[in-house]
């Protein structure tokens, strides 16, 4: 029983490491645009039934089952990502939206897929043909309604996105619609995985029915010339990490006991 005791600490403690990580992977994004935190929930490994009983008819009227039942310590079942809303703040640039709701994404394409993100701090880069097109701070496209990148003709005076994601380009005294942001929502959040710089996609061969769905014009909501926040909550990240840095020493020192347990049963003499 010992050497199980020992083996059940060092296997939470592989896992507790993981949620630090975690936590300290949303601490570093404080002031990330748009960054959502995630939190990480916790299962046990399975559990073994051992029959310790001598006398079945001592037990007699038990309503748990006969024996002792031990786990194998715990595992990070899956984590969480929060989608809700983070504070805003006005940059007066013309490029830079924020989603005013909770659990809507924007759209990006990235090596040929469809990626979603919270930031919208977005730029005009050159294309093909002398044209300019939409996109993220790191280069990537911004998808449209139509699932089509947005893409202008470069001889514009101004680009501005309105409040239902219309994007509307000025030349000369003229103001036109040439694209409208292509935003869905996460209605399954947890499906989401995340891949880097702040990007979410969908688990490879999963198809985005029921976990994703398109945002109707007329649900829209953008605030312009804002940008979304980190909406990591400094206060419980903290506090999640002491409690995680606990349960680790308290792990590490349950094997520490054992090892001196065992070596007390080593020395004793017939």
């Given amino acids: 029983m010992i050497n199980r005791s020992m083996i059940q600490a060092s296997v939470t403690m592989g896992q507790l490491q993981n949620k630090l990580d975690l936590i300290g992977n949303n601490l570093a994004n404080t002031n990330t645009t748009g960054y959502k935190s995630r939190q990480a929930n916790f299962a046990s490994l399975l559990v073994q039934q051992m029959d310790n009983l001598d006398d079945e008819k001592a037990e007699t009227g038990r309503l748990t089952p006969d024996g002792i039942r031990v786990g194998t310590g715990a595992k990070l079942a899956h984590t969480n990502l929060d989608l809700s809303h983070g504070s805003l703040k006005q940059t007066g640039r013309e490029l830079d939206v924020a989603l005013m709701r909770d659990n809507d994404l924007f759209q990006l394409e990235v090596d040929g897929q469809t990626q979603y993100t919270r930031a919208g701090n977005f730029y005009l880069n050159p294309a093909e043909n002398g044209q300019m097109e939409l996109t993220n701070a790191d280069g990537f496209r911004v998808l449209g309604a139509d699932g089509e990148p947005i893409v202008f003709d470069g ?65 829209t909501q953008i605030k312009s010339r804002t940008l979304e926040d980190s909406n990591v909550d400094i206060s419980q990240q903290m506090t999640d990490l002491l409690m995680a840095q606990r349960a680790y020493q308290f792990n590490a020192r349950s094997i520490s006991t054992s090892d001196q347990m065992m070596g007390l049963v080593n020395q004793l003499r017939t």
Wanted: net charge negative; charged share 30%; glycine share 12%.
């Fill in 155 to 219: 001889d514009m005076d101004g680009i501005t996105i309105r409040e239902d994601g219309a994007v509307l380009v000025t030349r000369g005294r003229q103001q036109t619609v040439e694209g409208r942001l292509g935003i869905v929502q996460a209605i399954r959040p947890r499906m989401l995985e995340a891949d880097g710089a702040n990007r979410f996609r969908l688990p490879e061969g999963t198809p985005a029915a029921g976990i994703l769905e398109a945002v109707n014009q007329n649900d």
